[in-house]
């Protein structure tokens, strides 16, 4: 199936304080899970990808962690800040017999830090 | 590097009438997506292109969504007639991928906006 279902959809936290969003995909044979964060009346911008060989990665602040038994991955900010404020989504990737791979995005998740 | 040009941003038009929005991707970039993305809800895949090919168009509302991306290069998304339900952002994105290989980074335009009254 092709379902990305993401949890919380609103989550508010003080600055300084860390933020879990988490994502359940259906389809085992995904392997790319991409996290865009989307500011208001911006575009979606990458912020971290992780793929199917490893479980976790890093940069700087923010972690992702996948777990490929349970289908399900995760965005990890550290030390939030106002600037975090944003819709975060995350993907996974469907493999068409073709051979390309699409995206299915999560619902979005809303990040507010708050000073 | 210039990235992802859309135009327009804003359309408001009546229900029943036409529109269409124009796509540049970021140079290079043999792929091509066009996604809806409702107020609140996460963006979906309404059709890819590999260069002037359609990868898939299985979300496109054939009835009265086209596109097209003839050399290759730039696309156009039109909607004739509009209904209410068709009230979006419509993102255009780029990547560079082939055929057997992840999508890797989506480059998204700012995406146009669509009322439909």
């Known amino acids: 199936g092709e379902n990305v279902e993401q949890h919380p959809s609103t989550l508010s936290v003080q600055e300084g304080d860390s933020a879990v969003i988490k994502c359940t995909y259906s389809?085992?044979?995904?392997?790319?899970f991409p996290w865009y964060k989307q500011e208001l009346g911006k575009r979606p911008q990458l912020i971290i990808d992780?793929?199917?060989?490893?479980g976790e990665k890093k940069d700087q602040r923010i972690a992702v962690t996948l777990n490929k038994t349970a289908k399900h991955f995760s965005l990890h900010i550290t030390e939030t800040q106002p600037e975090d404020s944003a819709v975060y989504f995350c993907?996974?990737?469907?493999?068409?017999?073709?051979?390309?791979?699409?995206?299915?995005f999560g619902t979005g998740t809303r990040l507010l830090v708050s000073p | 590097e210039a990235g992802v040009a859309q135009s327009p941003r804003y359309k408001i038009i009546e229900k029943r009438q036409s529109v269409a929005f124009w796509c540049n991707p970021i140079?290079?970039?043999?792929?091509l997506y066009w996604y809806q993305q409702i107020l609140g809800q996460g963006p979906k895949l309404l059709i890819q292109?590999?260069?002037?090919?359609?990868?898939?168009d299985s979300q496109l509302p054939k009835d009265r969504f086209s596109a097209e991306r003839l050399k290759g290069v730039d696309s156009t998304l039109k909607i004739q007639p509009a209904k209410l339900e068709d009230s979006a952002v419509y993102l255009c994105?780029?990547?560079?991928?082939?055929?057997?290989?992840?999508?890797?980074?989506?480059?998204f335009g700012e995406g146009s906006r669509l009322t439909v009254l």
């Open positions: 994105a780029s990547s560079l991928v082939g055929q057997g290989l992840d999508t890797g980074e989506l480059f």
């Open positions: 389809d085992s044979a995904s392997n790319y």
């Open positions: 992780i793929r199917s060989n490893v």
């Open positions: 993907a996974a990737s469907i493999t068409r017999n073709t051979g390309f791979q699409k995206l299915v």
């Open positions: 140079s290079g970039h043999a792929t």
């Open positions: 292109f590999q260069n002037n090919g359609v990868v898939d």
